[in-house]
């Protein structure tokens, strides 16, 4: 069994940095990868990019490349989110998930964090 827990989501305002964090727990979950998604209103999710616990190469998403940063703390095992310069269309929910595979699609994902709401007020 995996548990997340996704923390640092609130209101932001236009121009500052999101700075999420996913705390994973679980005997294997060295052998996941961790994803991010997002859910803006009225949207599909989306896939934002991807890392695992060993390589220190994340993946990301095309549409969301050079805007986004993704690293990992083996040691707290927690994985984060980073993004400057937030705009309102940032606005989403935002959810950490783990995969078996590499993936950028949701169905890969097992299991998921409860999501934190992310507003950026203009």
């Known amino acids: 069994q995996v548990q997340l827990i996704e923390s640092g989501g609130g209101l932001v305002q236009a121009g500052g940095d999101l700075r999420l964090s996913c705390a994973a727990s679980g005997r294997t979950i060295n052998n996941y990868w961790m994803g991010w998604f997002r859910q803006a209103p009225g949207k599909e999710r989306e896939f934002v990019g991807s890392?695992?616990?060993?390589?220190?190469?994340?993946y990301y998403s095309d549409s969301v490349k050079g805007r986004f940063t993704i690293s990992r703390d083996n040691a707290k095992n927690t994985v984060h989110l980073l993004k400057n310069n937030v705009k309102p269309e940032d606005t989403a929910v935002y959810y950490c998930a783990a995969s078996r595979i590499w993936s950028a699609s949701e169905r890969a994902y097992e299991y998921w964090g409860q999501g934190t709401q992310v507003t950026v007020s203009s």
């Open positions: 890392i695992n616990w060993s390589s220190n190469t994340p």
